[in-house]
């Protein structure tokens, strides 16, 4: 079954350290993958995607995410966390093929530390 | 710049009341979906559509329905409400995946934090 795997519900961080987060997916064929990030009493916006083409992606606020094929990841990184960056993040996978399947990771809630 | 708009953002119940969430988007997309959300257990389709005068279930379509008349509009609705159904409800859209014109981005709304007493 097709599935995505974010390992850690919970994650904290000293503020200035690195940030990672791991994201993991289950498929046959490459699939559109994106993290997403949802501050508190927010809807969730878009953070970063891949979908062809370099495998390293840069999104907003200084993160980035590299796809590797061959571990099925696409982990969630930022070389100095903030103190804003205390959210919810979410990895999603588009499987191609059918509907246009839209898959989330459980959610993985950064606290960061002062 | 409105994107995805949700109403109402709050809303209280009591069992076996019946309500409907109204999600609205002008970015003329296909596909449009409502997620339930409760903690710990991350994002649950409900059901969702691709496109106007259809619709299909998701993951956990049960004691909701759904119609989507015009294509801007989708509505959720909860004929009797249970305890079980309180949650925040998030109405998304994206267009169709068409190479780098569209990559299948979901655009959110606030959602909508219900309460079934």
């Known amino acids: 079954a097709q599935s995505v795997t974010q390992l850690g519900s919970h994650v904290s961080v000293s503020e200035g350290a690195l940030v990672l987060l791991r994201c993991n997916y289950s498929?046959?064929?490459?699939?559109?993958l994106f993290w997403y990030v949802q501050y508190p009493n927010q809807g969730l916006q878009l953070l970063l995607k891949?979908?062809?083409?370099?495998?390293l992606v840069k999104g907003i606020n200084g993160f980035e995410a590299e796809f590797k094929k061959s571990e099925t990841s696409f982990h969630l990184t930022k070389p100095s966390a903030h103190m804003s960056d205390a959210a919810e993040y979410f990895c999603a996978v588009i499987w191609t093929g059918g509907y246009q399947k839209v898959t989330f990771g459980i959610g993985t809630k950064l606290q960061v530390i002062p | 710049n409105a994107g995805v708009t949700q109403t109402p953002k709050f809303r209280v119940l009591k069992t076996g009341q019946s309500m409907t969430l109204l999600c609205a988007q002008d970015?003329?997309?296909?596909?449009m979906y409502w997620y339930r959300q409760d903690p710990g257990m991350g994002l649950r389709l409900i059901h969702y559509?691709?496109?106007?005068?259809?619709?299909a279930k998701g993951e956990v379509p049960d004691g909701y329905n759904v119609s989507r008349l015009k294509k801007q509009n989708f509505l959720l609705g909860l004929e009797s409400a249970a305890p079980s159904q309180t949650s925040v409800y998030f109405c998304?859209?994206?267009?169709?995946?068409?190479?780098?014109?569209?990559?299948?981005?979901?655009?959110f709304g606030e959602g909508s934090r219900l309460t079934v007493l």
């Open positions: 891949y979908t062809t083409g370099a495998t």
């Open positions: 498929s046959s064929v490459p699939p559109y």
């Open positions: 970015m003329n997309h296909e596909y």
């Open positions: 998304a859209s994206s267009g169709r995946l068409a190479g780098v014109a569209n990559t299948g981005e979901l655009f």
């Open positions: 559509s691709v496109g106007e005068g259809t619709t």
